[in-house]
């Protein structure tokens, strides 16, 4: 399952490591020139957020419908 989600503040980066490191399944989180774990917080401020990173996350349709559906919220 992959989705693109705009972060924009640093608090949206935390927010976001804190919702993936609670996910059973692998989430990787990148660009066109590196992927880095979704649950790591240190290597989530090396990304460029100018533009919509990708989400993967190695798991079920359903499990991926609803962390999507909570990592958009963050949005709000």
Known sequence: MSFLISLTTLEQIKTFVNLASRQPFDILVGNERQTINGKDLI??????????????ANCSADEGA???QDAMALLQ
């Open 66 to 68: 609803a962390f999507q």
């Open 43 to 56: 290597g989530m401020f090396c990304l460029d957020y100018t533009r919509p990173v990708k989400v993967h």
